[in-house]
């Protein structure tokens, strides 16, 4: 068994716990997906604060154990800087990380900045983080992958129809050489500017959907699919 998929957070916080003692057995896992649609470690009364910062643990001693681990989505979980500590726990390089509505914010990122095993990501989804972020640290982490990465996503507001947004896009897309999809969702480009990108990034896959947030099913680019 070389992975585990666990989407809409089938099992619950209570599950997370009570499965955690079973999956730190599979030591051979090299992709773990714990995702939700509707934001599944989110606290939503007082009563669940104590289950939930079990079942974090739990999540961070599990990505501690698995020194395999290549692929890691936690998509739809908004834990915030919980996300952090778990990413620290890390033991291997990963390749693939989602982190759709995690709720990021830009210390978050700053500090996964110091993280050395995120620096060889090849496939990275930072969609829904909210708006207002800082975009040059948003970029710093990106960059931290800049020799490897060959798909971005995202959603925010650097990017529109401005000259200044523009700049900003193509000046982030010259830095990641090996980059062949780019997806801004919620982003809503000219198609002046998706000419203008295509001409300049020709090898370059760009997905511009603009519509209300939903839920939908993509794959890694090796195949494997993920909720994200």
């Known amino acids: 068994m070389t992975g585990l998929h666990i989407r809409r957070n089938a099992l619950g916080i209570q599950?997370?716990?009570?499965?955690?003692?079973?999956i730190l057995t599979l030591t051979n896992i090299t992709y773990l997906t714990l995702t939700h649609v509707y934001r599944g470690l989110h606290v939503i009364s007082l009563a669940q604060v104590n289950t939930k910062k079990s079942a974090l643990q739990n999540i961070e001693s599990i990505c501690g154990?698995?020194?395999?681990?290549?692929?890691?989505d936690l998509s739809g979980n908004e834990i915030k800087c919980n996300v952090v500590a778990i990413l620290q726990s890390l033991q291997s390089p990963l390749t693939h990380l989602a982190l759709g509505d995690c709720g990021l914010k830009d210390s978050d990122l700053h500090e996964m900045c110091t993280i050395e095993n995120l620096g060889h990501l090849e496939y990275l989804n930072l969609n829904s983080q909210g708006y207002g972020r800082s975009h040059e640290v948003f970029s710093a982490f990106v960059l931290k992958s800049a020799a490897t990465l060959k798909s971005l996503t995202t959603e925010d507001t650097h990017y529109s129809s401005t000259c200044s947004s523009i700049v900003r896009l193509f000046n982030l897309v010259r830095k990641l050489p090996l980059l062949i999809k780019l997806s801004l969702s919620c982003i809503k480009l000219s198609p002046d500017?998706?000419?203008?990108?295509?001409k300049e990034f020709p090898t370059v896959e760009l997905l511009?959907?603009?519509?209300?947030?939903?839920?939908?099913?993509?794959?890694?680019?090796?195949?494997?699919?993920?909720?994200?």
């Not at 599950?15 to 079973?22: C, K, L, M, R």
């Open 15 to 22: 599950g997370i716990n009570e499965s955690a003692p079973v």
């Open 65 to 72: 154990n698995l020194t395999k681990l290549k692929k890691l």
């Open 193 to 198: 500017c998706i000419r203008a990108f295509k």
């Open 208 to 228: 511009n959907t603009y519509c209300t947030k939903s839920s939908r099913l993509v794959r890694w680019p090796t195949g494997d699919m993920l909720q994200i």
